[in-house]
């Protein structure tokens, strides 16, 4: 599916801009890229900068015009490094992927089109994309170098995409040791857990049973509020089991530490 929504660079004066997009692009799942009229390609310095993304670059077509660039598809997105040039609809980078997936969705297929290093997309190539996104950077210094830019909006794709496909964007791995660190204390845990905790405050002369206070409570809702596993509850009842012994004056040195 991400193979139709394609890349399209306008005039690119440096060839490593050109790897580092291809690079970019495949390191998010994307296939096809269109270069307008490049100043230097193919080139071996492009070829280093895509790392790897050889096949990008080899099958890359090359073209003399936005126009040709832009055959067969149904959404184009221009980028613009300045906010709001000219008013225009404007999608977030964000909004961007997702309108983009939703696209190719429905059979269409799309363009990200991508200016010059040092000028941009000219008014007239802007007002051929239906719609300008712009990464929203430090106004002061707004301009991302071109092969940066291509790799946030097609990292916005992939999350787009992987959302779409109900796919994970973070890998969990699911170990015994990790269940366990994960599974939550139970209430029945927690409250032993409160008596525990109590009795060894008490017999180390932090909590008064007479003046209690609220300090109960409070721990309560501190630990209420952490969300706590069977494992850290384990090393919480340890702790408390060790002072105990430590104020009793046994010998409470660990065998295992
Ligand atoms: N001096 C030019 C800079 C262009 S940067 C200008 O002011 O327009 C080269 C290309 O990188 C831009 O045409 C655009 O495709 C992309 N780019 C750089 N910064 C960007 C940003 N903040 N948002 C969107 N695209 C950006």
Redesign the pocket.
């Known amino acids: 599916m991400l193979q139709n929504i394609r890349v399209v660079l ?1 005039n690119t004066s440096h060839p490593g801009n050109i790897g580092g997009a291809a690079r970019a692009m495949k390191n998010m799942g994307l296939t096809k890229l269109v270069l307008v009229d490049p100043m230097d390609f193919p080139s071996p310095e492009a070829r280093a900068r895509a790392s790897g993304a050889d096949d990008i670059l080899d099958g890359a077509q090359v073209v003399a015009t936005l126009e040709e660039a832009l055959v067969g598809c149904s959404l184009v997105v ?5 906010d709001r ?1 000219i008013p225009w609809p404007l999608l977030d ?1 964000r909004e961007c992927g997702r309108t983009s997936v939703e696209q190719v969705q429905v059979g269409g297929e799309v363009a990200l ?9 000219t008014n007239e190539e802007l007002q051929r994309c239906q719609y300008h ?5 430090n106004p002061e210094f ?5 092969a ?3 790799q ?2 097609v990292y916005e794709v992939r999350m787009a995409w992987l959302e779409q496909e109900g796919l994970p964007s973070k890998v969990e791995k699911v170990e015994a040791t990790a269940m366990l660190n994960t599974q939550p204390a139970t209430v029945d845990e927690l409250e032993r857990y409160y008596e525990h905790l109590e009795s060894t405050l008490v017999e180390i002369g932090f909590l008064d049973p007479e003046k209690p206070r609220h300090l109960m409570s409070r721990l309560r809702r501190l630990y209420g509020r952490s969300n706590i596993s069977k494992l850290e509850m384990n090393i919480l009842r340890g702790i408390l089991t060790e002072t105990q012994k430590a104020v009793r004056g046994e010998t409470g040195k660990r065998s295992d530490t």
């Open positions: 306008v221009g980028t613009s490094a300045r040039r980078p089109v991508f200016g010059r290093e040092y000028a941009g997309l996104v712009h990464i929203p950077s707004s301009s991302l170098n071109l940066a830019a291509v946030v909006l």
